[in-house]
């Protein structure tokens, strides 16, 4: 789907009014957000890779202490893996981390430490697309590129009262009235209209700056458009999670086995209490016998439940079932994991972890600490 004539001479004819109003409204209310008064290329796409998936607000802390730890490129890619992962604990979507830091790497390595100031290059490194390249293309270099996320999708497709219109189009439709000398500019307005004006329910018309200038305010359709696009059922799985004590003198210094996950699986890089999904008709206690028997070659006894935790990722939602474990036979070795330890709680504290097995660490602290808890003596 392309621009059609008609639209095309509607945004030029209407690109200046556009450009003023929307840089004038930007000038007087723009949040002040820690991101807002830098335009060095690493920093913005920190900010943008961060805010790809994440609320402002819980971006804000995340990024601060991010730079703090890792002021440049070149910091960041000399960091592991896992101190990496560390800071991006809570945040959710950890692959991108994982490509930050990848990609951190390759900017060394190939482009001098310097992000290229170059649309086709941004998008060769790892994780950043259309969107991402766009934003730092604008707001760091100045370069006139469109970059269209889920907000600003929704304001451009209200300007031109389209239900459902293709990337390219918006794209298209952002190009024609962004300014070629305000690009970073233009492009951080649009994102805050989206966030705080043109919302997905109750829009606040009255506020826009680009009131006069949208189709379907004109067509009392603001509400309607864009179309939701359609939802699709999210399925829910029950998970076992093992938290295996070792044979420890006294409760104090027990150790507990958790595993880390594989580079390409689902939160990659993380470290957990090893386990896995309940099959059909398998109780929870055999699917953790099981996935701890092919996952890590050992045998394990299943006592009394420790938490259960309930999360929901993009596309499923989980009820996790943790359970205090005790070794029966065999050593454990990483069958399908990428490494494994035997941790004392301070150390499972630093390792970086899902929010999910954070939760269960914590519930097992707390049930070491209760003064009836009993360690398991599995020497005997
Ligand atoms: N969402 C994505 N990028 C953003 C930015 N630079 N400022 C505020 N919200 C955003």
Excluded at 70 to 80: E, I, R
Excluded at 114 to 128: K, Q, S
Excluded at 242 to 247: K, Q, Y
Excluded at 252 to 277: C, H, I, N, Y
Aim: with cysteine.
């Amino acid at each position: 789907m392309t621009l059609d004539s008609e639209t095309r001479q509607y945004l030029t004819d209407t690109r200046e009014e556009a450009r003023t109003r929307l840089l004038t409204w930007f000038e007087r209310y723009a949040r002040e957000l820690p991101w807002r008064d830098t335009t060095t290329p690493y920093q913005v796409w920190v900010s943008e890779v961060m805010l790809q998936q994440t609320q402002v607000e819980t971006v804000r802390s995340y990024y601060r202490r991010f730079l703090g730890r890792f002021p440049t490129v070149q910091a960041l890619a000399v960091a592991s893996q896992e101190d990496v992962l560390k800071l991006w604990e809570g945040l959710g979507y950890y692959s991108r981390a994982r490509s930050l830091h990848k990609a951190a790497q390759i900017i060394v390595n190939t482009h001098n430490g310097e992000l290229p100031a170059d649309i086709t290059a941004l998008r060769r490194l790892p994780g950043i697309g259309p969107y991402t390249a766009g934003a730092i293309a604008s707001i760091a270099f100045g370069i006139p590129a469109p970059a269209v996320d889920g907000n600003v999708r929704r304001v451009m497709a209200r300007i031109l009262a389209m239900p459902t219109p293709s990337q390219a189009l918006l794209e298209d439709a952002v190009g024609l009235w962004m300014p070629e000398d305000a690009a970073g500019p233009f492009t951080e307005a649009l994102m805050e209209l989206g966030a705080t004006i043109c919302s997905p329910r109750l829009p606040r018309c009255q506020l826009c700056p680009w009131q006069a200038l949208c189709r379907a305010r004109e067509l009392g359709r603001q509400e309607a458009v864009p179309a939701p696009r359609p939802r699709k059922a999210i399925p829910h799985y029950d998970v076992a999670a093992a938290v295996t004590l070792r044979n420890t003198p006294n409760k104090a210094s027990t150790d507990v086995l958790v595993a880390q996950r594989r580079q390409d699986d689902m939160l990659g890089g993380l470290w957990e209490f090893p386990g896995g999904k309940r099959e059909a008709a398998e109780s929870l206690p055999e699917a953790l016998r099981r996935e701890l028997r092919e996952e890590m070659g050992i045998e394990i006894e299943v006592g009394e439940s420790l938490t259960t935790v309930k999360h929901a990722y993009t596309h499923f939602r989980i009820t996790l079932y943790a359970f205090i474990c005790t070794l029966t036979n065999g050593d454990p070795r990483c069958i399908e994991c990428q490494n494994f330890k035997w941790a004392s709680t301070a150390e499972v504290r630093a390792l970086p972890m899902a929010v999910t097995d954070r939760k269960i660490a914590g519930a097992l602290e707390a049930w070491l600490e209760a003064p009836s808890s009993e360690v398991i003596d599995v020497s005997a």
